[in-house]
């Protein structure tokens, strides 16, 4: 079972999670060519046991409808209880399918998945995929796990490096199209990198993406920030400065920190 599919843009953003993607999502669904879809991947790959037994029945979408009402995601989580058997790829089709009757051809889908998967080289090799590589500063990441987390900083640290390569090896061996963004740039200077990425993905800049409160996205699977209009006002830094931290132990990953985070500046 196959759904014809369209050459579509599509940006997906990548990284592992706690890097910024629910504000980044947010703040780019702000632009009036882009949509965001928050954690596509979680939402298509719901076990259908917990599909039936009504697992997105109290979940409530950004845009502020619940998530089975949502024109976007409703009509969606109706389809993939009627098709449980079907593959990855014929399910996001189909969203790119409902995606494209809801907001028409020339608006851009936004997947902030995170995760890379087989599912994302499909779409590079049927579509106009674009991969924002999305990472945060290893000081600062490893600072807010810690305080949720019963790990140690270097424990926490390794999983920073090993997400983060895994990632970079993923988006490298299928020579996927990738514009490296790190939170700590983004939120240092906010309009400068959401101009450069605009430039990127070929649409004009919005100061609108200036603030994701105003957002448009539909994210049904992300982090609280999907319903926190006051804190999401305004791009900006959540936890201590990585200045702040101590990262003697962390020298081994500074290198690799300069690469992912601070491209586009000098590195830190």
């Not at 037994?53 to 009509?75: I, K, N, Q």
């Amino acid at each position: 079972e196959t759904l014809i599919m369209t050459a579509q843009k599509i940006i997906l953003v990548a990284g592992i999670g706690h890097s910024g993607s629910t504000i980044l999502d947010l703040s780019l669904g702000c632009h009036p060519d882009i949509v965001g879809l928050g954690e596509v991947s979680k939402v298509l790959r719901t076990p259908a046991a917990s599909l039936a037994a009504g697992r997105y029945d109290d979940v409530t979408c950004s845009c502020g409808a619940a998530a089975l009402e949502c024109a976007m995601w409703g009509p969606v989580i109706e389809w993939l209880g009627q098709h449980p058997h079907s593959s990855i790829n014929t399910r996001f089709a189909y969203v790119l399918e409902h995606f494209r009757g809801l907001f028409g051809p020339a608006v851009i889908p936004l997947d902030s998945s995170k995760t890379v998967r087989p599912y994302q080289v499909h779409l590079h090799r049927h579509h106009d995929l674009r991969v924002i590589f999305l990472a945060r500063d290893v000081r600062t990441w490893t600072y807010t796990r810690a305080r949720k987390e019963s790990r140690t900083r270097w424990q926490l640290a390794w999983r920073w490096y090993r997400g983060n390569r895994r990632t970079e090896r993923f988006l490298h061996r299928h020579g996927m199209a990738c514009f490296a963004l790190g939170y700590e740039e983004l939120v240092a200077q906010p309009e400068r990198m959401l101009a450069q990425l605009c430039d990127w993905l070929g649409v004009d800049f919005d100061r609108r993406m200036l603030e994701p409160a105003r957002s448009n996205s539909h994210i049904i699977r992300g982090n609280h920030l999907i319903h926190d209009r006051a804190g999401t006002a305004h791009i900006r830094r959540s936890g201590p400065s990585p200045e702040a931290s101590d990262a003697r132990w962390l020298q081994p990953l500074m290198r690799a920190n300069r690469r992912w985070v601070y491209s586009r500046s000098h590195g830190k």
